[in-house]
Every structure is written in structure tokens, then in C-alpha cells.
């Protein structure tokens, strides 16, 4: 039934309804506009560094209650203050996943990969819509020849994993940082996390990487992992986050990960703010300025794991902190 | 054949076209990535304004040369240096299109229609989107009810046409506001733009509405067009520019047409400046100030026909002007 016919419809069944009781009523002619759609656009998008294809692909959104600490450093007012001059709703997270693919000619390159599928059903889709997107924006993720992994929460390495729990890239060599393999595999650290909010995490990593016979390559920073994306070191949120740097021609792009994290307009507006899922918060600070000041003093293109879709503006200092200029959508590629 | 047997066979050809002359490369293996996709994703976007549904619908960009007189009380270097300042190409007007449609329940209403579909093949698909886009959101122009029209510009009315110069929408009400329509359907004004760059407009104005017979309803500033929407004048962008209050609920959306035009930014943050576009520029201003201040106040929502898209945010104060901050892309409805 087409919008039309199905509007018809529904049109007549409300006068037909509406003869029986409220005649007097259809003096004013009953009818209905075309059904709502009450559905989103697929969640891609694409743009161009010198001769390689970005394709941001949002992961979802979600919306949880703020907790009483999530800015360790900062009492809870403050940052609802924060929050409602961004125009989103005060004692929410809310927050975007917004992994990303690049195509450099020579290699298909998937950086992250969202929260996974698992939670797509759990929370009536609103995250986990990675896969369907990367789908919808005719990528193949069997055609994915290398994943990058910037560091070991669960938004990010979750999407390694299909609906059988196997490698969702086939044919993927999957790239994690060394340091962050080192910390999440030590089973002493795990040993002390026991029992904290850590635990959780410890098990996931082991739970995602053990799937696939914990079959990766561990990199370090500074380092050209593929032709055109190198690595940057940009600790403190984890002990191994790292950054990529995507370059092709004089044009390139810095693909920040979560060097500001969760809301993290929050975080450029407040660089010094300490987010509660920060592992080392004042390192994760000092990554955060020395990035910044590099990104503006450069008007380099970021994108951001949690900027909101699609993810991709300039950094500019403003005050003691820092303001995202969204880049210009382009409706042609 | 799909992105992976494409990808051998192209890795194939390569190596094999290698292999008779270049032999000595081949110790590193000569493969290639998928295809690049070459393609953006579709241009439509959707969010609620309390119960009413609204799709944002891109009739895509283009980019220009800068005309001197751009703003015409404004030096060119001040004007590039605003360009700059949002990180696009100095000496290019880069300028988007975005009509949207309303679906409020019992209308679907169209607000403005873009360049048209003349203008698609001879832009190379930059612009002239809007049919295909409003397609690809999965509305049947056939299902509109009405088509509210801003002012009489191009890129706005043009879309009421469709290949065959007949009503694109075939059972629709075309409104339009009646100031515009007695300016520019009157003979003496359309004999004094001989010879002018407005004579075109005029030419246009007849060339759109003749074609299905000047079948319009007029309406004047302050009404309530159809249930939820209502007409608020804007003048000074043209004699009888015109805004649209999209309210449902608590919950409402300044839909401000021209208010700001062309490179809208730039009036955003320069307010005072005069665009060679807008007919009478003191009051276009005054419009723009009155307007801005108040959508600051009232912390509303503001849709813009040449903010980017999806061209929705929030109007805040800074300096003496205007700064936009863009709605957070939400990937759910």
C-alpha cells in the first residue's frame, strides 16, 4: 500500500467513524496528511582527503542519566550548565558513536567500530547501528582489508565481532596499540581491577580479542600503520589510546578518537574537565591541550569518535578552552 | 559484479600488466582496494517538532566565483576573511539549498522547493536535488497537500515545476505571500527592471506560475496557513520575503526562509552587511536583527534555507553579531 492510497485509507475509515456518532462534525471535511515516516536517514556520510574516501558511519546515539560524577573535577550544576548551553537536555548523557572507513585506493581501512551488535536490539536501536550503516553506505565489510583499533572500551572494539561472535571483518588484519594490548592482557592488572569498574572492561577485552583467537597486530606510536595513516600516542583516557593521522597529498585529517570523549563538546569547551571514564585524567588533559593547540594553530581537519554526526570540524581556541566548528556538509561528494 | 570480485579483478589486471614489465616490483604484491564509492549518502534529514515530523530535504550546494559585489558594504578582503574564518575556499561563494517538508498529521506541507530539475544535468547533479532527495526520504510528492512558498527566488520556486513544466505536485495548494505576488506580477514594476539584473526574476516569476495558470492562493503576514504553521513577514530580502512558526505542542521551529541568504553565515556573524541579493538592505537587516534577537531570547530553533545542512541550530548572540550552533545530529528519530 503506497503512502497515498494507505492516507485514503485512513481518511475514510476516520469519516466513516466519524458518520456513525459526529455527523455534525464533517461539516469540516476529516482527513489525514501521508503517514509519517518515523524514520531516520541511513547514517553515513562521505568526504575526501586529497585522493582517499572517508566514510563516517554513525554507530548510534544514546541517553543515560548523568552520574553524579561524571565530570570528576566539576560539581554537577557546572556541567548541566555546560550541557544546556549546547541545547541538549540537562542530567542526560547523551552521547554519539561515530566510527569511521577510509579508502585509500590500495587499502580499505575500518578505524574503531562501534558498541555491537548485541546492543542494537537492546536498546531498540538507537546504538549498535554500525553494521547496517556500513551496509547501507555499500561498504562490504568482508572487502575490509585492516581495522584499527584506537584503544580497548567496548564502543570501540565491540563491532570486531558479528552476530556468531567470529571476526565481523573476514579478511581484516586487525591493528590494536601495543601499550593498551600490554595493560588490558596483563592478568596482574586485571587481578587488581577486580571488583572495580574496571573488571567489567578486563573481561570484554578478553571476551572480543579471545573470539578471534586474540589474532592481531600490535602497533606503536609514530608509526605508518597503513600507506597514509600513522599513529599518534595521545594517552590518559586509556593507557593506550592513540590517535591516526590520515594523510593523502597536502590535505590530511586527524582522527582523534577520544582525546575528548562521552559528550565531548563538554570537553572541548573544558579541556582541564576530568570525564569519569578518563583512566589517567591528567594525562589525558595534557593529550588533549598539546593536541588542540596543535589542531587550531594548524586549522587541521578532526574527527572525533564522539562528535556528533558526522563528526568532522576545526578546532579554535576560545577563552581557556576550545570550540568545534563543524565542517560545511556537502550534498555532493 | 560487487566491490570484492571488482577488487580481484582489478588487483589482477594490475599484477598481471606488471608482470611483463615490471617484474622486479612484484616482490611487493601490487593488490588495490575496493572501488571507492564516488557517491554521498541521500540528502534528507528528520527530526520532531512535537508531534509533527519534519524532513529536511538538500537540493544540494554549488560553488561559485565571488562576486565583488557580494556584500555591498563590505571590502572583498573582509568578506574572504569572513570566509575563511568558516573554513571554506576565500573568493567562492559556496551556497547550499534546503527546503524541508512538514508532516503535520492531518497536512504534508512543503515549505519552498529549490533550483529545480533544469538545473540538475547543468550542474553535474550539485544542485537541483530536491525531487530526488524527497523521493529517497520516501515522501510521494504526489502525497503533498500544499507547497507554502517564502519569496519568489529561483531557488526556491523553481521546484514547483517538474520535467514536463507541470505542477510537480500534482494535488497540492500552492501559497504564496501576497505582497510577493502584487510586486512581482505588477507590469510597471516588472518595465522599470528592464534591462536590470531583476528582469530575469520577473521573467522566471511568470515563466513558474503560468506555467499551471497562476493557480495560487495568497496569504498575508500573521496567519495560520494550515493548522501549526503561521506567516510571519520578513521583508527586505525581497518586498514580501516571508517565515514560517512551525509549532506543535510546547515545541516550535522558526523556519526563516532568506532571513539570512546565499552564504548565510557569513550575515549571521556580520549582520550589518548588505547581500547584493537582498532588494531593500536596510530593511533586510532590520528584519534579520529583529528576528535574531528575539530566536536568542527564546533559546528557539531556527531552519534555514542556506544554513548547511541539515540547517538547523540555535541563534545565540556574540559580539555584535550572531553566532548559529547546529542541532546535534540525533541518528534516531
Known amino acids: 500500500m503506497n503512502a497515498l492510497t494507505r492516507r485514503h485509507v485512513l481518511a475514510g475509515a476516520a469519516a466513516a467513524g466519524a458518520a456513525t456518532a459526529l455527523t455534525p462534525l464533517l461539516n469540516t471535511p476529516i482527513r489525514a496528511a501521508a503517514p509519517t515516516a518515523g524514520k531516520q536517514v541511513s547514517g553515513w556520510y562521505r568526504y575526501k582527503v ?23 573535577n566539576a560539581p554537577k550544576d ?3 550548565d555546560a550541557i544546556a548551553a549546547s541545547y ?87 591493528m590494536v596499540p601495543a601499550p593498551e594490548w600490554k595493560y588490558w592482557m596483563d592478568e596482574g ?25 586474540n589474532k592481531v597486530t600490535q602497533y606503536e606510536g609514530g608509526k605508518e600503520l597503513v600507506p597514509g595513516i600513522k599513529s599518534l600516542a595521545t594517552p590518559g583516557h586509556t593507557p593506550g589510546h592513540t590517535s591516526h593521522i590520515v594523510a593523502s597529498g597536502s590535505d590530511q585529517v586527524m582522527v582523534q578518537a577520544d582525546v575528548t570523549a562521552a559528550m565531548a563538546f563538554l570537553f572541548v569547551r573544558n579541556p582541564d574537565w576530568h570525564l569519569m571514564f578518563d583512566m589517567d585524567k591528567p594525562l589525558a588533559v595534557q593529550s588533549r591541550r ?3 593547540d596543535q589542531m587550531a594553530a594548524d586549522k587541521m581537519l578532526v574527527q572525533g569518535f564522539h562528535f556528533r554526526f558526522p563528526g568532522a570540524g576545526y578546532i579554535e581556541k576560545d577563552g581557556n578552552g576550545y570550540r568545534l566548528v563543524p565542517i560545511a556538509w556537502n550534498p555532493v561528494l
Not at 50 to 72: H, R
Not at 116 to 133: D, F
Request: charged residues 20%; aromatic residues 8%.
Open 88 to 174: 541538549l537536555p540537562k542530567d542526560k548523557a547523551s552521547q554519539s558513536y561515530t566510527p569511521i572507513v577510509v579508502n585509500t585506493g590500495t587499502k580499505l581501512v575500518a578505524i574503531d567500530t562501534g558498541l555491537g551488535l548485541g546492543l542494537y536490539a537492546q536498546s531498540k536501536g538507537a546504538v549498535g547501528q554500525y553494521h547496517a550503516n556500513l551496509a547501507a553506505a555499500g561498504i562490504d565489510r568482508n572487502a575490509i582489508d585492516t581495522v584499527i583499533i584506537s584503544h580497548f572500551h567496548g564502543d570501540h572494539i565491540n563491532g570486531l565481532l558479528d552476530a556468531d561472535n567470529k571476526l565481523a571483518f573476514s579478511k581484516a588484519e586487525v
Open 290 to 292: 598539546k593536541l588542540y
Open 50 to 72: 586529497g585522493s582517499f574516501e572517508i566514510t563516517v558511519v554513525t554507530d548510534g546515539a544514546n541517553v543515560n542519566p548523568l552520574a553524579d560524577t561524571y565530570v570528576a
Open 189 to 213: 592488572n586485571m587481578s587488581k581491577a577486580a571488583g572495580t569498574p574496571l573488571e567489567g572492561n578486563f573481561k570484554n577485552v578478553r571476551r572480543v580479542f579471545g573470539a578471534f583467537g
Open 78 to 80: 557546572k556541567v548541566n
